[in-house]
């Protein structure tokens, strides 16, 4: 089975890689005279610029430099400059692994970091649901959680890990979200919420599917329909107020979800989520549905001053013709009169 993925190729190279344009070389890289005073005090050109790579990368992206590893051309030039090196330099660097190793121990001491270890974990899961409380997207939780890690001195696991810990983060912060919005739900209303996904013989549908259609064409029958799925949302009795249980962009999330999802695939769902989604969409809908009642109203009313005034136009537009027919034979008689008068 494919490993689960939370990032996207391009947020992995933004995260994980050291960057590659001038300008952000020079803003993550740039070393004060103190660096570059301890820098200089190493021994020999080699070391002076494997040393300077190491504290780099150590800094951002915050792994350190990675058996391995290649520096990019642009970062390699622009730590040289700094300390009046060949960039080649760096071939010779560290042929003994000791050397490497007692640079690296330096530099935590001087850096004040401490590797990631085990026991961390916990405490990471816990920074990624933090994240999570607000979006499922993965750039924005892994770029939190290391932020967290960077800000408390510790040097970042492996790729993998921060990946692996930004998932179980955002499943916690689901989880959560999902016992939070439904903590006030009885079990009466729990039974009433399940039954929304049941096909309904009378209905021929889901009482969910049916709610969602609204009549819009401005009718007695159409303004029959909605109030009685305003009575039915109304009848399971879900207090809007718990919407401020959650963080509002996870409510909303909830919500989109529920307004879409087919009742077969809402079923498919853990039974928190599944719960909470349709939790979410009934509040939407009271509120839509209140909306959809209100303006139902004004057509009808419009509807009704329009039928008057073609009524009154077709009025006018009668006793005009009796007018005219009456004008035309006044006028008749005035020319028959003066007619009389001549003879």
Not at 301 to 324: D, N, T
Request: positive net charge; hydrophobic residues 45%.
């Amino acid at each position: 089975m494919a490993r689960r993925s939370l990032l996207t190729g391009d947020e992995r190279r933004r995260l994980f890689e050291p960057p590659v344009t001038d300008r952000e070389v020079a803003r993550c890289y740039t070393f004060s005279a103190e660096d570059l005073e301890w820098i200089e005090a190493r021994h020999g050109a080699s070391n002076q610029l494997g040393v300077a790579v190491q504290m780099a990368l150590f800094r951002h992206p915050g792994f350190g430099w990675r058996l391995g590893e290649t520096v990019p051309a642009v970062v390699l030039r622009f730590l040289a400059d700094q300390v009046h090196v060949a960039p080649s330099a760096l071939d010779g660097y560290a042929r003994r692994p000791q050397t490497r190793l007692t640079h690296v121990r330096q530099l935590h001491e001087r850096l004040a970091l401490r590797p990631f270890n085990r026991t961390d974990l916990r405490h990471a899961v816990e920074i990624a649901s933090a994240a999570a409380r607000s979006t499922d997207k993965g750039g924005p939780i892994v770029e939190a959680l290391i932020a967290e890690l960077r800000r408390q001195r510790i040097i970042l696991p492996p790729a993998e890990t921060l990946e692996r810990v930004g998932l179980a983060g955002r499943a916690q912060a689901r989880r959560k979200a999902a016992d939070d919005l439904l903590a006030s739900i009885t079990l009466s209303q729990f039974e009433r919420i399940d039954q929304l996904l049941i096909n309904d013989p009378a209905l021929r549908k889901s009482p969910l599917a049916w709610l969602r259609e609204i009549p819009e064409s401005p009718s007695a029958a159409s303004m029959a329909g909605i109030t009685e799925r305003l009575a039915y949302v109304r009848a399971i009795a879900i207090d809007p107020a718990i919407i401020s249980s959650i963080h509002e962009h996870r409510f909303e999330q909830y919500a989109r979800e529920g307004a879409v999802a087919p009742a077969f695939l809402l079923s498919g769902y853990s039974v928190g989520r599944r719960r909470a989604t349709v939790v979410a969409q009934l509040i939407f809908l009271e509120s839509r549905l209140s909306d959809a009642a209100v303006d139902m109203f004004d057509k009808m009313v419009g509807s009704l001053f329009a039928k008057g005034r073609r009524s009154r136009e077709r009025k006018y537009q009668a006793s005009s013709r009796e007018v005219s027919q009456i004008m035309r034979l006044f006028s008749g008689v005035i020319g028959a009169v003066d007619q009389a008068r001549v003879d």
